[in-house]
């Protein structure tokens, strides 16, 4: 079934908190500091998520309005996926929200004026195909995102946060939706676009959050979340979604990911 904007527009909103009564939850019981060390991570990776908006919006994506309507709404969940997270960090006594984000940005300032510039090259020089390659990566961006929350939530094994990172994974499921729908749509009839799809993915995609945290978060991350049997089924399940595809059989992306971290 093709994903609809309209409809989608209508059930945005910021995922709610104010009921889980979070600061009492985890002052009975805290979580575990592999746990926190996690939640660091998405909460960066999720607030940095306006960055990544940018970045799409100098390429030839913006000319869809489909696509600029989802965009519009997108940034504004994952901001709140952010700020929910940042509550359970301010829950632990730690920093979170815009004075960390401050720092993270503040490391990165090369980075963040030079990223806009790439992308905009790279679609001046791919030509429309390059959507394809922007909505299959959101695609398994969105995938990974989901499946790093449910493994988090098992581990974590904590009523609050379990309840919290559904109520994300729901959102993350209509993200999901989009690109998934607009990625096949894209890749349908477009040589194109599938061998750039498939070229771009392979030379260069890497876990979500890669090219902000630093090396050692990306290690503890995947393996903590999937480096055991569960973890590498999900990801064997999302290789086979990636599979399906057109033009982008056996990629083995995201396992080979994993592998390569764990190496
Ligand atoms: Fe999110
Ligand atoms: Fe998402």
Known sequence: MRFSVDQYQQVVRPVAVDDLDLDHAFAERRLAEPVLR???????????????LRDL???????DPEITTFLTMWVYEEYW????LARVLRAHGEQAGRPRIERVRRSRRIAEAVAPLKHMLGSAIAGPSMAAVHMTWGAINEWTTQAGYARLAAKA???ALTELLRRIMK??????????SQAA???????????????????????????VMP??????????LFGDDEGRV?????DRRIDRLPGLADLRLVSGAADRRAA
Do not use: N
């Not at 996690?38 to 940095?48: K, Q």
């Not at 993200?175 to 998934?180: G, N, S």
């Open 157 to 159: 094994d904590h009523p």
């Open 234 to 238: 999900m990801l064997e399940r999302i």
């Open 171 to 180: 959102q993350e499921g209509r993200h999901i939706d989009f690109y998934a």
């Open 38 to 52: 996690c939640l660091r991570y998405m909460h960066d990776v999720e607030l940095h998520t306006v960055c990544y």
């Open 81 to 84: 996926h952010g700020g929910a």
């Open 185 to 211: 749509a894209r890749l349908t009839g477009d040589g194109r676009a599938r061998r750039l799809t498939r070229f771009a993915l392979r030379k260069a995609w890497r876990p979500v959050g890669s090219d």
């Open 57 to 63: 919006l100098v390429t030839s994506a913006h000319r």
């Open 215 to 224: 090396a050692e978060e990306v290690d503890h991350l995947v393996g903590f």
